[in-house]
């Protein structure tokens, strides 16, 4: 019975936590400080060389985002976890470990309209410098490799349309050019799909979406899977060489497999600072308790919805991958066999007035710029998310004119169907 290995559900309501050793508190308690006493000069001392572990101070560490950090790294199968203000903050702190000025990443095009602007924008002012490939062409990554690429990026899921990444083919480039694969999780979440088990090497996610999942809490988080060598080919300077903010200690040789995890906390959230706030890591770890439940309704309920706008006439196409005559059908089986997630596009006839004026008749679909949330969400990606990419742009990263997104909640799908019909028809 010891041995045992705990399922996913149990995961999800236990890891990373126990009863409050001070007070027996059940839930794990805010702790509301940004700082915590030292035992005396010789621990204080430690702490900040890193020769133990222990909360200095929140910008850091916290005991309550800790508990969110480990159930997460669990959930996913990786070694370690940082919890970050938000999904774009986790971003930052995982390119902030692997680039140097004029290094080159490779990216999916096919990505949250946000990551385009923070890859395509921000990064570029700091010399990190993006180059796209198509998901659905896995060559055009091998074909994007040069000797400056340190990393490749895509989504398992992928915004908007729900397309799936075939995450294997992409980890096998990876491997071949010697670089960490990222997996942006935020879709799919662990329960639908668990990337380091395709090779990933780094996960990250928005909180934000469907792990906070009630649509009331920011935040980031950054997973290692503790299976990259950062010291081969002396890529990964800030992994394998001395650190002079730290005695010199050298992060890979000290911290081994969760080094990238301890990089990120010790160089990008100590010196850049996008630190989580107790509360927002409270309320997160209060809503992964109900993933499992949450997801698998979330997935029906969209495929209830897609299976329903198939056969309505004003309805052109739909792109969910639940769908068996979806071009991503084989992988979606094969990735999320339970189910292929609660986001997906669908075109109507009459183009971007038709959806522009669907978006405005719905009544329990939420118009606003968000996924994940319990209640059902919808928008017009091309008027809104994506609206700063040219028309082609738009198109190739699946958010043309007549496109709308929906982030199908949890409610009764009887009543969402309802509400699309009314919309439909107005
Ligand atoms: C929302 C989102 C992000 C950015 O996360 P924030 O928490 O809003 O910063 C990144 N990737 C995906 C897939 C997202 O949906």
Redesign the pocket.
Known sequence: MNDRIPGFGTLAVHAGAQPDPTTGARATPIYQTTSFVFNDADHAASLFGLQSFGNIYTRITNPTTAVLEERVAALEGGTAALAVA??????LVVFQQLLQPGDEFIASRK??G??INQFSHAFKSFGWNVVWADPDDVPSFERAVTDKTKAIFI?SI??PAGSITDIEAVAAVARKAGVPLIV?N??ATPYLIKPIDHGADIV??????FLGGHGNS???IIVDAGTFDWSKGNKYPVLSEPRPEYHGIKLQETFGNFAFAIACRVLGLRDLGPALSPFNAFLIQTGIETLPLRMQRHSDNAKAVAEWLSAHPKVAAVNYSGLSDNRYHTLARKYAPKGAGAVFTFSLKGGYDAGVSLVSNLKLFSHLA???DTRSLVIHPASTTHSQLDDEAKTRSGAGPDVVRLSVGIEDKEDLIADLEQALNA
């Open positions: 938000s999904g774009h903050a986790a971003q990505l949250y946000g990551s989504e992928a915004n942006d935020t879709l990250v996610h928005s909180l934000t979406k920011l935040g980031g968000n996924v994940g």
